[in-house]
């Protein structure tokens, strides 16, 4: 079975960049749709993005279109999610999830396959 594994979190200052990963392993990418959800303290997760597998196009939520960018790399069995700049307010645990489906694609039910998350802390 595919397992996921995010990586690249870490503490920023406002304003400042980070790229985080997501790499399968025990499978390969392809095929797969890639979400990137986020949970803030003593909030719910939330959908931010995700990237078909098929067509490669991207879906953002608002709150991060325009400063943050999905992408893939099938070859390396690698999602990532480019953030720039940050807000404290994007500090949260960041998780990449994966699903076969191409639909519903803003709700956690629709991913089975799911990370153990990677801390962004937006702080001067």
């Not at 920023?12 to 797969?32: A, F």
């Not at 196009?57 to 608002?62: I, M």
Request: glycine residues 12%; contains cysteine.
């Amino acid at each position: 079975q595919a397992h996921f594994v995010e990586s690249g979190g870490g503490l920023v200052q406002p304003g400042g960049s980070l790229r985080l990963s997501c790499t399968v392993s025990g499978g390969t990418l392809d095929h797969y749709t890639i979400g990137w959800f986020r949970q803030a303290p003593g909030g719910e997760r939330k959908w931010i993005a995700c990237i078909r597998g098929s067509t490669k196009s991207e879906t953002y939520a608002d709150s991060v279109k325009g400063r943050f960018t999905i992408s893939r790399d099938d070859v390396k069995n690698t999602a990532y999610l480019q953030m720039n700049n940050l807000t404290p307010e994007d500090s949260a645990l960041y998780y990449c999830a994966a699903t076969y489906n191409t639909v519903l694609l803003t709700r956690e039910g629709t991913y089975p396959y799911w990370g153990q998350g990677t801390q962004v802390t937006v702080s001067s």
